[in-house]
C-alpha cells in the first residue's frame, strides 16, 4: 500500500511547484523514460505546455502530445503562442487534429472549451445486449471514461440518457429507450463554467452533456474538469475579494512587474477613495485642535466598521456564491445584519466604553475632565460605525450583482474605504452632540 | 431538451433556500408523488432531515430514507437528536443499518465518514469475463456508480485496482491481475477531508479507495463527494478569512444570537488589539497637538498598509492552499513580496505627494509654509507602510501554519490590526523626522 511514495517521480512533482521552467525540463527528461507519461498527464496543461517547449525534437513532441485526449491537446495549446501551436496540431493523426481544431475554435472558460468529445453513444433502438457490445467497441477504440450511455437519433441529436450502471444491470433485450431517461439536463456549447458548476452542484451529476442550438450533441464535462473550474473560480473569488485583480498563473510563476500591475489598479483606486478621509478630517480639524484626544480614537473607530463590513461581505459573498442567498433575499439579509451587527456594535463599544474609564480611574491616561462624556462619545460611535460597516458590507454584494458585476469584485476593502470615510463622519457628529459646551 | 425546466418541482428548487423548514415540509408534500423521491435524493443531508423530522408517520419516512445510500442516511442521521436517529435506525432493512451504523462511528469530515461502502469488487484471479459478469450482479444488486473495480483478497485486503473501462475493453480470457494496477493509491479511514481534497485535486482520480490499518478495504470516497468537500471549505476559508469563525448552516438558516457568536468573538479580540493603535496615538499626543494636520492623515496612512497586507495574505493563503507554494518558499515570497510592495508604496506615496501639492497649489486646502515637507512625510511613510503591511500579510500565513493553525484564520482584519498599529508608528516616526526644527 502506498500512502506517500518516494520515489523519483513523487520527489519531482513535489519539487515542481518551486521549480523554474528549465530546471522542470531537465527533471522530467531525468525521469526513468516509462514514467514520463503519466507525469506529464498528471501535469497542469501550464506546465504541459513549457515541457513541449523545452523539448528538442518533434519526435519526442509528438509523443507527449499524443497521449493527450484531445480536450486536453486543446488546453496545452491554448498555453502556447500561434506558431509552436499550428507546429504541434502538425503532430497529430488527422482525427485528433480535426476534433482539437473544433474545440480550440470555443472560449476557454465555456462548455465548449471544457467539453471532450470522446463520449459513449449508443442508438435508442439497440437492445441492451447489443449497446453493451457497442460500447466495449468504443472503450478499446476512443473513450476516455464511461459514466452515462448518450442516446443519439439519426440527426445527431441528444434524446436521453442512461447511467452506465442502469444499462449494465437491465435484462440484456430490454431496449436502450425503454431504460433511458429521456429529455435529459444539458449545457449549450456557449454556457459559462461558473454556471455549469452551479448546476454539477445542483444536480449532483457525474457529467453532463453539451449541446448546439439544434440539439446536436457535441461532447460531455466530467467532474474531474469541474473540480478545477472549483477551485479556479475560489481562487479568483478570493483575489478579488482582496482587492485585486485575479492572477492568472501561480503565484511563484507570476512576474514582479505583472504583480505590480495587478495589485497596483485596485490599490491606487482604494488611495484615491481613501483620500476622502483626510477631506473628512480637514472638516473637523478645528475640532481636533481643540481636542486633540478625538484624534486618538479615530484608528480604533474606523478599523471596527472595516472589520465588522468584511465579516458581512465575506458571508454574503459565499452565500451569493453558493445560492444559499437569492437577489430577492436581499431585504431579509438587511434586517438580520441590522439587528445583529447592533447588537455587536453595542457590545464592542461598551468594550471602549470601560477602556477609557479604566485607563482614567488607573492614571494611565489622563482623558481630561469630561472622559466619561468622551468614553460615551465612544461608545455611540462604535455602535453606529460598525452598524452602518456590517449593512454596507452585506449590501454592496447585492448592488455589484445588481450592475452586473461579480459580488467578489473587491468587496473586503471597498467596504472598509465607504465605512472609513462615513465612520469619520459618524464619529465626529457624534463627538459635537455629545461634547458641544464642555470640550468643544 | 431541458436547460432551464419550469415545473413545480424546478420552482419549490428555486425557493427552497429561502424557505423556513416547515414551509420546506409542506412544499415537499405538495409535489406529485412520483416526483418526491427524486427530489428528496437532491437536498442537502440538512435539509433531508428537516423534511423526516416533519413527516407524521413512520411509514413516509421508511419509503424516504429507504432510499438513501448508506453513507448518505449516515449523513442524515448525524444531523438528527440521538432518539430520533435510533427511530430511523430502526426503519431500515437489517443490512443497510448494519453498514449505516459501522458508517457513524467515523468523523464526519474523516475519510471513513465520506466513504461508500459499496464498491466494485472483483478477485485478482477471476478472468475479464467472470469479473464483467460478477459485476453485473453486483450492479443489479447494491452498486451506486462503477468507476473502478477493486481486487480483494481473501483476507479482504486491496491488492489492485484498474478502471471500468480497462476491465471493459481487455480480451476475456486475461486475468484481474494481469490487467490491475498493483499498489494502488488508498486513504486511511482517519484522513482529514481537506487532505483528502488535495490528494483528488494532485492526481485527477475519480474515487479512491478507504482501508484500515491492517490494509482491508473498507469503501470508497467518490469526487462528486469532494467537490461538497471543496466547496464547503472554500466557505469556511473564506468566512475564517473574513474574520469570523466559520458558520455551521448556511446564513438564512443560521439564528441571529449563533450569528453574534461566531462574529463577536474575533471582533472582540480584533477590537482589544486595535486599541493598542489608542495607546500609539496618545504617544503623540503633543505632536499632533503642534501640528494637527498629522492627524489628517492617519485614516488614509493606515488603509494603504491594511489594504496592500490584505491582497499579499489573500495571495499566500490560496497559494498555500492549492500547494503552489510550500512552507520552505517562504524566504523566496519575502524576497518578491519586498520588490513588489517597495514599488506599489513608492507609487501610491507619490499619488499623496500629488495630492498635498495640488490641493495647496489650487488653495482647497491649507497645509501651512512648510507643506512640501509634510507631502514627503506622505510619500515616505506610504512607501513604508504599505511595504511593511506586504511582508507582514505574506508572511502571517506562513507563521500561522508553523504554529498549527490554518493560514487562512483570520489573516485578513488580522494583519490589519498589525499593520495599523505598526503604521502608526512608521508615519509620526517619519514625521518626527521630517518636520523637527520646522512644525515639531
Redesign the interface.
Known sequence: ???E?ETAVERL?DAW??LPPDERVRGFFALPRDEQDAFFL?LSPRAQAQILLGLSDDGHRRSCIRILAPDDAADVLQELEPDMRSRLLDLLDEATRHEVKALLAYAEDHAGGLMSPRFARVRPDMNVDEAIRY??RQ??DR????YYAYAIDAQQR?VGVC???EL??AAPERTVREIMHP??????EDMDQEEIAAL?????F?ALPV?DAS?KMKGIIT??D??HV??EE??E???K????EA?EA???QTR?WQ??RK??G???L???G??L??TA??RF?SE??RA??L??????I???G???G??A???????LA?????A??WW??LG?EL??SF??GA??GL??FV?VVLWQKFHW?DYGPHYLRVATTLWISVTGV?TFGSVTGSMLPFLLRRLGFDPATSS??FV??LV?VTG?VIYFTVAMLMLAGTML
Open positions: 500500500m502506498v500512502f511514495p512533482r511547484p518551486g498528471g460500447l466495449q472503450a478499446r473513450l476516455e471514461t464511461i441528444l447511467s452506465f450502471r449494465f444491470a429529455e435529459p439536463i444539458a449545457v449549450r454539477f452542484r445542483r444536480y449532483g457525474l449541446v440539439s467532474i474531474d469541474i473540480v472549483v477551485h475560489a481562487t473569488d478570493a483575489q475579494f482582496g482587492g485585486m492572477l501561480p503565484y511563484l514582479l504583480l505590480v495589485r497596483g485596485w490599490l491606487a482604494l488611495f484615491l481613501e483620500m478621509t483626510a478630517m480637514a480639524e481636533i485642535a486633540v484626544v484624534a486618538l480614537f479615530v484608528p480604533l474606523i478599523s471596527s472595516g472589520n465588522s468584511s465579516q461581505a465575506t458571508i454574503i459573498v459565499r452565500a453558493l445560492s444559499q442567498v437569492r430577492r433575499d431579509r439579509v438580520r439587528r445583529t447588537t455587536l457590545w464592542l468594550l471602549g477602556r491616561m460598525v473586503a476593502p472598509a474605504t472609513d469619520l
